[in-house]
């Protein structure tokens, strides 16, 4: 199936610790994003990547690094993890330069923080 | 910066129309989108509006007014599966979607 996939599905671990979440989409787009959902399920973008290039980051800390080996994948890098990590995290795709164009979302990582 | 203003919740009954208004302040705009997130579940593209109007996709439409940076979610014939929360989203950029606050709806029998 043609879909944007992320692993894994929930995330459990202790503050302090460094965590990685993988996305990949074979959907022959050519931008992918990291978006973070909170507990009031504000969706707020982190990262985008076109060909490989960052083209936006909003103010997240850098503790948080995108990944790409190449444009299929985006895989999120967590460092030091804090309470305030914990949320719902989405990769999306989308071609690249089409206003209209849709974005695909994975199906979410639930990462929780203890 | 952006900000995107919805209410926060509505309700509706079974069978009845409701709108979800959205207004957005942005440095630059490319388009007003819609996205349906049921619980638990990945947010779902619904619909895009470039230019002012209505779109109308079956039960759904969306209105835009770029003059008034006004937009809403029209839902007809609701049904119970339409519970969700939707967004409403807008491109600055060819590749800069910014989302809404969010309006969660809950369609009652």
């Known amino acids: 199936d043609t879909a944007v996939s992320q692993t894994p599905k929930y995330l459990v671990t202790q503050m302090g610790n460094d965590k990685s979440i993988k996305c990949e989409q074979n959907l022959g787009h050519d931008t992918m994003y990291w978006y973070k959902q909170d507990s009031k399920k504000f969706l707020k973008i982190m990262f985008s990547y076109n060909n490989k290039e960052l083209i936006i980051n909003e103010t997240v800390p850098n503790r948080f690094s995108p990944k790409s080996p190449d444009k299929a994948h985006l895989n999120l890098h967590i460092n030091s993890l804090e309470l305030g990590d914990s949320a719902v995290y989405f990769c999306?795709?989308?071609?690249?330069?089409?206003?209209?164009?849709?974005?695909?979302f994975g199906n979410g990582t639930r990462l929780t923080v203890t | 910066g952006q900000s995107l203003e919805q209410p926060s919740e509505v309700t509706a009954v079974e069978g009845a129309i409701v709108q979800i208004n959205c207004t957005y302040q942005t440095s630059g705009f490319y388009g007003l989108s819609w996205y349906q997130q049921h619980d638990g579940g990945a947010p779902t593209f619904l619909s895009y509006n470039a230019l002012d109007g209505l779109e109308e996709t079956g039960r759904f439409s969306s209105f835009l007014s770029r003059s008034d940076s006004y937009g809403y979610l029209l839902l007809q014939e609701l049904q119970m599966k339409d519970s969700a929360s939707y967004f409403c989203?807008?491109?600055?950029?060819?590749?800069?979607?910014?989302f809404g606050t969010g309006t969660r709806l809950t369609v009652i029998p």
């Open positions: 999306a795709s989308s071609p690249r330069g089409r206003a209209n164009s849709p974005l695909h």
């Open positions: 989203a807008v491109r600055e950029g060819a590749n800069n979607l910014f």
